[in-house]
């Protein structure tokens, strides 16, 4: 199902005033440009980007279908074709190791301005694409996406004053922080701030509730579930971590580490230098192991599970149509399965039925004796050679306690990409599974 003429003709008077607010934004920026920066080049450049937004908004609003402007349909196709959790995966880690790379290309204001009008434009012209709307409009994932733009903001200034902090460094000048180091009093200019900041949240809270419906739905039923059945957004990365792990793990563990984790980061912390201020250079390796937890293994996971996952948990691409029946083939098997019967040829051992306890329990372990062995490995003969090799630095410094809390956290979380790949790969369920004790990694 794609976009058609009813559809065009509602959503019109939405995207005319979507361009035209566009349009006014960046012909602000223009005037800013020009009278107060002196940069005519730029100036130039997003007066005609504005005109190109007026030029859109008439279009979106002259009362014709068919002149609302959408993305073609061969880019939607080919963005559907092209979609799925290891493109989305692997995209969004390229894109993020690009922006790290790069960064301080980036960070530069006009830069970061043009990204974030081309993403506006792109989704004005796919929110033409009802498939698309339905999913990016509904009254639930508008502040989702908000959100999204939100964090891209704030991760944007947060990385150019670590970059500005950085240069600074280098040429041996003190940091911003320390240069703009004026106190100030809670009152009046605190209290102040946080009371204009309050009354205007309020008003965009009012105007919200009138112009957008809350999401109400009718009461909750056992007989009658929503299909997708979805966690709150917050959740979602959760949710999405039960297609790989066990609900045990995925529930109940890893959110028991990420709380750990958080709680052991100023006991494991040896690095003095970037406290108070912004740097990346001075603290490169926490940057990017929080980066990477945060960014790909939680924000990724959410936006995934709120706006690619459809009904009966299946991936849909940005433009498809939310069908629930469209069925996808899984054939995952375990690693024991895979060891014994693949690879050995032979069937998995199994206790006799009068088979005592103990007798049962060495069948489960020699069953799981391949699972057990790489999980062994990983956990305990990994840490001690990263010491030994590439983390030899650290564990000088931080000793064995300290340095095994940390190197046992990261390979636990770590768990997740590669759990990923193998079932994307090998289409490997679970490395050990013991169904008689419920336990399954």
């Not at 280098?170 to 009371?195: A, R, S």
């Not at 045990?248 to 201020?277: E, R």
């Not at 991936?315 to 375990?334: A, H, I, Q, R, S």
């Amino acid at each position: 199902m794609h976009s058609n003429g009813f559809f065009l003709s509602d959503v019109a008077g939405f995207l005319g005033g979507y361009y035209t607010v566009l349009a006014i934004m960046n012909g602000v920026a223009a005037l800013i440009l020009w009278r107060r920066q002196s940069r005519t080049g730029w100036a130039m450049t997003w007066a005609a980007f504005s005109g190109v937004m007026m030029i859109l908004a008439s279009l979106a609003l002259s009362g014709s279908a068919s002149m609302v402007p959408v993305l073609p349909q061969a880019i939607r196709q080919l963005v559907n074709d092209l979609s799925g959790p290891v493109l989305y995966t692997l995209g969004t880690t390229a894109f993020l190791v690009l922006l790290f790379v790069f960064r301080k290309f980036f960070v530069q204001p006009m830069v970061a301005w043009s990204v974030f009008n081309i993403s506006l434009l792109l989704l004005g012209l796919s929110m033409a694409d009802e498939n698309f709307a339905a999913i990016v409009m509904k009254p639930d994932n508008v502040p989702i996406v908000g959100l999204v733009f939100l964090l891209a903001f704030f991760t944007w200034v947060a990385t150019k004053q670590a970059v500005v902090n950085d240069e600074r460094i280098k040429q041996g000048l003190p940091v911003i922080e320390k240069v703009n180091d004026e106190k100030v009093l809670v009152w009046p200019d605190l209290v102040y701030t946080e009371l204009i900041c309050m009354v205007g949240v309020a008003a965009l809270l009012l105007v919200w509730a009138i112009f957008l419906p809350a999401p109400l739905e009718e009461p909750a039923s056992s007989v009658k579930t929503p299909n997708p059945s979805k966690a709150p957004w917050y959740f979602l990365g959760l949710q999405e971590m039960l297609v790989y792990f066990d609900p045990w793990y995925a529930g109940v563990v890893l959110p028991s580490l990420v709380v750990f984790g958080l709680m052991a980061m100023p006991y494991l912390d040896f690095n003095k230098k970037g406290n108070g201020y912004y740097s990346i250079e001075e603290r490169k390796f926490s940057y990017l192991v929080w980066q990477f937890g945060f960014f790909e293994l939680w924000i990724t996971l959410i936006i995934l599970g709120t706006f690619l996952r459809g009904p009966n948990w299946n991936f849909f691409g940005p433009f498809e149509f939310w069908t629930p029946y469209k069925v996808e083939v899984l054939n995952n098997v375990d690693l024991p399965q895979m060891f014994w019967v693949q690879w050995m040829n032979q069937p998995l051992p199994r206790a006799p039925q009068d088979a005592g306890l103990l007798t049962q329990i060495g069948y489960i372990l020699m069953r799981e004796a391949p699972g057990l062995l790489v999980m062994g490995a990983y956990l305990v003969l990994l840490p001690p050679l990263l010491a030994i090799t590439v983390f030899r630095g650290f564990f000088a410094k931080m000793g064995f306690v300290r340095y095994m809390v940390m190197s046992n956290l990261m390979l636990l979380m770590l768990t997740l990409p590669l759990k990923m790949v193998l079932r994307w790969t090998l289409n490997l369920k679970y490395i050990i599974s013991i169904p008689e004790f419920s336990l399954n990694f």
